[in-house]
């Protein structure tokens, strides 16, 4: 890892606490953002707020990728790809009942237990990926 990367990712972990404080403080919610995702086009109360979320994250990912496209690395490519990933996630986040941001960054944070346990499980299943990746190199 290079000094910049390093950098790089502390300044974005910043930014991703300071935004799930922010989400906090002004609109009383938490940053989960499988759950924002998935009630912004339910209707209910909130919505403005869960779209405006969903925007300002495609609308920043995209000014990103358009700036500086090697700092996405390369992950999953093709429409195709991302869909899977996307089907993937979503029904992982509803069988872990959040995803990473929420009980990462905003479910420890509280200190709530089913949080620590996810995380834990989210770590561990990244972990022994990576080992069985690895070994099949």
Known sequence: MTEIAAIRGLCG???IG?????VLVVHGRIAGVSGIF???LDGGEGQPFRQGFVAGMVITGA??????????????????????AGLLVGIGT??????????????????????????ATFML????????AGAHR
């Open 13 to 15: 972990g910043a930014l």
């Open 18 to 22: 300071l935004a799930a404080a922010v």
């Open 38 to 40: 998935g009630r912004a």
């Open 63 to 84: 000014i990103a990728a358009a700036v500086a496209p090697s700092a996405f690395g390369g992950g999953v490519r093709g429409l195709p790809g991302l869909a899977l």
């Open 94 to 119: 509803t069988l872990g009942n959040g995803c990473t941001s929420g009980h990462g960054v905003c479910g420890i944070s509280r200190l709530s237990p089913r949080s620590i346990a996810a995380v």
């Open 125 to 132: 299943t990244a972990a022994l990926t990576v080992a069985i």
